[in-house]
C-alpha cells in the first residue's frame, strides 16, 4: 500500500498520506463526474491537463484554472 488516507471529522475532507516522493503538492477534487466536471472547467476558462480517464475508484482528470493553480478532479463512480 503506498497511500492512506485521514478524514476530516464530519465532512467529505480527508488528507491523503503518501509513501513516494511527489514532484509538487496536489489538491484533489471529488465531483460526482469527472466528465461533467471537466467540461465546465473548461467552459468557464480552465485546460484540460491529462483528459479524464479511468481509475480504481472511478474516473480522474488533471485541470489548470485561468491563474495557473492545478487541480485533480476525481470521481468514485466505481465505489471507494
Not at 516522493?21 to 468557464?44: G, R
Not at 474516473?59 to 484554472?65: I, K, N, S
Amino acid at each position: 500500500m503506498s497511500e492512506a488516507g485521514l478524514r476530516m471529522g464530519e465532512s467529505d475532507s480527508e488528507i491523503v498520506l503518501v509513501r513516494e516522493k511527489l514532484e509538487e503538492s496536489e489538491v484533489d477534487i471529488l465531483v460526482k463526474s469527472v466528465d461533467d466536471a471537466a467540461k465546465e472547467f473548461q467552459k468557464l476558462g480552465g485546460k484540460i491537463i491529462i483528459p479524464p480517464f479511468d481509475i480504481a475508484i472511478g474516473r480522474c482528470c488533471r485541470v489548470e484554472d485561468p491563474w495557473g493553480n492545478r487541480f485533480v478532479i476525481l470521481d468514485m463512480t466505481k465505489g471507494p
